[in-house]
């Protein structure tokens, strides 16, 4: 699966010593995880650009949900209608649903923590069935959320042929 990050995210911690550019990219990435107007129209110009230059007319778009349906609404909803509607793929938005909520992850150094009791992610199998997919998220720090997203995808039938990711958070230690 080929992966693109558009930028650099700072954490928050890391911000003190960070660019003005820098900071501006960690004010739009929480702009847009806030759903703000915005920020989703300059997601879209920039994933939707960026894939319009293959044939899409066969390829499905599909956000990898928030912690909760109605955060995933509130980001993903008119963010992917105009994806799509910039480069020609699938709007995959109503074929997957999210059931209760997910724990906001928290970072150390050692390891990352997620609470997924009460989450659960529906995936339309009839849908995806035999579709080359694309997925997007706001941001990647390991690439775990995706991988399973993936793999969640081609148990439903599809083939992801990418990732992406507004930006990859910039980590001191690996």
Do not use: W
Not at 14 to 23: G, I, N, P, S, V
């Amino acid at each position: 699966m080929i992966k693109f990050a558009f930028y650099t995210y700072l954490p928050a911690r890391l911000l003190r010593k960070a660019t003005f550019e820098e900071q501006m990219i960690h004010n739009f990435i929480l702009d847009f995880k806030d759903g703000k107007n915005y920020a989703k129209k300059k997601a879209a110009r920039l994933v939707g650009n960026s894939i319009s230059f293959k044939d899409c007319s066969n390829v499905v778009f599909c956000c990898i949900p928030a912690s909760s349906a109605y955060a995933t609404a509130r980001r993903y909803k008119k963010f992917s209608a105009m994806v799509c509607e910039l480069c020609g793929a699938e709007n995959a938005f109503d074929h997957v649903h999210v059931y209760g909520k997910k724990a906001k992850k928290h970072n150390s150094h050692e390891h990352i923590v997620s609470d997924f009791a009460d989450y659960n992610v529906h995936i339309d199998e009839d849908y995806f069935k035999g579709k080359k997919v694309v997925i997007f998220d706001d941001l990647v720090t390991t690439s775990e959320t995706a991988e399973r997203f993936k793999e969640r995808i081609e148990i439903a039938g599809g083939k992801v042929i990418g990732a992406f990711f507004l930006a990859h958070t910039k980590r001191l230690f690996h």
